[in-house]
């Protein structure tokens, strides 16, 4: 099944989700939910995967679909389903929350992807991370300029209380950073109702895969 965008009906699921969420709601709407919300996001990300695997074949990827459903053990005064759906793109291996992922989200005021770090990474690999910014800042510099030239995502992600010396200008948000993420963020529009949807993230995941490789190759270095 291609993506062929979202509809009005997965925005009106979302928001009947997020005001009604409870289990005689979603059982009397969960064949909206399966045909609206979840087949197309299945889709979307199958689609995306199958092109960053025929463009980048030796990288270990994975495709992971969340589940609406929300952890019985962590409600935390929630209510049991989630209002938003979300694939990701990833690395195989267990440990893989600590790593650069992509990743795809979509609530019913927002939808979002990018490449960053599912969690915040262990503060040994920010060192190791600084460190290799220290040592060889002209490598991260080529690559914060090329992203400089795009338009598509933007650097976000907490920073040190304390700001650090970076190396050079150019570097110090990124050397300031307890985690880096590089997002798109947009309020629903006309092309998350189209199929181009795809094509955009594919497009924009591709731009990000050097810097995703900086990454991935910084958490295998300090995984050894």
Excluded at 51 to 65: M, N, Q, S, T, V
Aim: glycine residues 6%; charged residues 25%; aromatic residues 16%.
């Amino acid at each position: 099944m291609a993506f062929e965008g979202y509809t009005q009906e997965t925005l009106d699921f979302l928001w009947g989700i997020r005001f009604n969420n409870e289990r005689s709601w979603f059982l009397a709407h969960k064949q909206d939910y399966e045909a609206h919300l979840l087949a197309p996001t299945r889709a979307l990300g199958e689609q995306v995967y199958e092109a960053l695997h025929a463009a980048f074949p030796k990288e270990p990827f994975l495709l992971k679909l969340s589940r609406i459903y929300r952890d019985a053990r962590r409600l935390h005064g929630n209510g049991p389903y989630k209002d938003h759906l979300w694939f990701c793109v990833r690395a195989g291996g267990e440990d893989w929350t600590g790593r650069p992922t992509f990743y795809f989200e979509i609530g019913p005021d927002y939808y979002s992807y990018g490449m960053g770090f599912w969690q915040a990474p262990k503060a040994s690999l920010m060192e190791a991370y600084r460190k290799a910014v220290d040592e060889h800042p002209e490598v991260l510099e080529k690559l914060v300029k090329r992203f400089n030239k795009q338009a598509q995502f933007t650097l976000s992600g907490p920073e040190y209380a304390r700001k650090k010396t970076a190396p050079s200008p150019l570097l110090a948000a990124w050397y300031n950073k307890k985690s880096i993420n590089l997002q798109h963020d947009a309020a629903p529009d006309e092309r998350m109702f189209s199929q181009e949807l795809a094509q955009d993230i594919i497009d924009g995941f591709r731009t990000l895969m050097p810097l995703y490789k900086y990454f991935d190759a910084l958490c295998a270095a300090e995984m050894v």
